[in-house]
């Protein structure tokens, strides 16, 4: 039940990263004003944006991201220490109990005469 509560936190901070991000100014879209092609002039600010502080979508990805992270974590720790039955297929064969060799040594190969053969007619 908590995985699946912080599955879907996980997944709905991705998706809200990912918003975010896609509907922020990048800083590079300042260059070509900085150095005299917009309207605000080449004085104005620095070749990636101005210095200071972070305006509210910057921050609330930095926090969205810091939560995507510790649920990240979160989820792996709790698929570590979940139940401990695997699914590989090679940890099954590993767990089953060898199978006995067929009567015989390895020295004395089996001889068709030796394999036991019911002669009763099959009824059809």
């Known amino acids: 039940m908590v995985e699946t509560i912080?599955?879907?936190v996980h997944?709905?901070?991705?998706?809200?990263?990912?918003?975010?991000?896609?509907i922020q100014h990048g800083k590079g879209a300042d260059a070509g004003a900085a150095f005299g092609a917009g309207a605000a002039g080449g004085a104005s600010g620095s070749?990636?944006?101005?210095?200071?502080?972070?305006?509210?979508?910057?921050?609330?990805?930095?926090?969205?991201?810091?939560v995507f992270f510790i649920t990240s974590l979160s989820l792996a720790y709790l698929s570590r220490t979940a139940t401990d039955q695997s699914d590989s297929l090679l940890?099954?064969?590993?767990?089953?109990?060898a199978i006995?060799?067929?009567?015989?040594?390895?020295?004395?190969?089996?001889?068709?005469?030796?394999?036991?053969v019911d002669d009763a007619p099959k009824k059809p």
Do not use: M, W
């Open 47 to 66: 070749v990636f944006g101005a210095k200071g502080s972070s305006n509210f979508l910057s921050r609330t990805t930095a926090i969205l991201a810091t």
């Open 91 to 97: 940890d099954r064969v590993q767990d089953s109990p």
């Open 11 to 22: 997944l709905l901070v991705a998706i809200a990263i990912v918003g975010l991000v896609l």
């Open 6 to 8: 912080l599955l879907v």
């Open 100 to 116: 006995e060799a067929p009567a015989g040594t390895a020295d004395t190969p089996v001889l068709p005469s030796d394999v036991p």
